[in-house]
């Protein structure tokens, strides 16, 4: 278990609809990236946030939004989902300093129907 | 739950027998290197890191090879077993940068 929670484990629904997947980071982690990973593509990064504040941006649609909270919970959302955007969507943290290994949680399965 | 990479190459190795994974990066200023595993349904799960100011470093049956010439990373793993079949993702990260991933080995032991 790397400490890393996302919820939920699946998640179906239909196209142009809009979702929340969640993640807790490790306990002391102040980063937490979101990642991609479809069927034929490796990991993708879309975006990391360190206590709070946006730190880097990846490949992220401009339909795709995130946010860490005060606690370092964060939250992506996806919204007017597409066919496309099945994936397995994971979150990983890290303490937040520089060449640290990061910690992923077991991800969330979206299909978009 | 899905297969990671349905495509993605493929090592078959016997039980017992050794691994040797191999992996090309790309930014000649990565200074930082993780190899990860991927079970099926699961996150990648951390195995071995090392630093651009050494060439070697090993783990509990895992050993990871850099050759910063020709940017190459490698991980060995020892003694193969069932347990190691998996997806196996090396990164790199340059000072200030995010992690980029490679695109996955599959790894198959075979009884």
């Known amino acids: 278990d790397s400490g890393v929670t996302q919820t939920p484990k699946h998640l179906i629904t239909a196209t142009g609809q809009r979702v929340t997947l969640r993640c807790s980071p490790r306990s002391g982690d102040l980063s937490v990236y979101w990642y991609q990973q479809s069927l034929d593509q490796g990991l993708q990064f879309l975006i990391q946030?360190?206590?709070?504040?946006?730190?880097a941006k990846g490949n992220i649609l401009e339909r795709f939004s995130a946010q860490q909270f005060p606690d370092l919970h964060s939250e992506l959302n996806l919204s007017s989902l597409e066919l496309g955007d099945s994936a397995l969507y994971f979150c990983?943290?890290?303490?937040?300093?520089?060449?640290?290994?990061?910690?992923f949680g077991s991800g969330t399965q979206l299909s978009v129907l | 739950g899905e297969s990671v990479g349905l495509h993605l190459p493929t090592l078959s190795v016997q039980e017992g027998d050794n691994s040797i994974i191999n992996c090309a990066y790309s930014n000649s200023a990565s200074d930082y290197f993780i190899w990860y595993k991927q079970e099926s349904g699961k996150g990648p799960q951390f195995i071995i890191d090392i630093r651009s100011n050494m060439d070697k470093r090993q783990g509990q049956r895992v050993t990871v090879l850099l050759n910063k010439t020709v940017k190459h990373l490698s991980l060995q793993i020892a003694a193969t077993q069932p347990g190691d079949s998996a997806v196996y993702f090396c990164?790199?990260?340059?000072?200030?940068?995010?992690?980029?991933f490679g695109p996955g080995t599959r790894l198959s032991v075979l009884p």
């Open positions: 990164a790199e990260q340059g000072y200030g940068q995010n992690f980029v």
């Open positions: 990983a943290s890290s303490v937040g300093g520089e060449e640290e290994k990061l910690f």
């Open positions: 946030y360190y206590n709070g504040e946006e730190r």
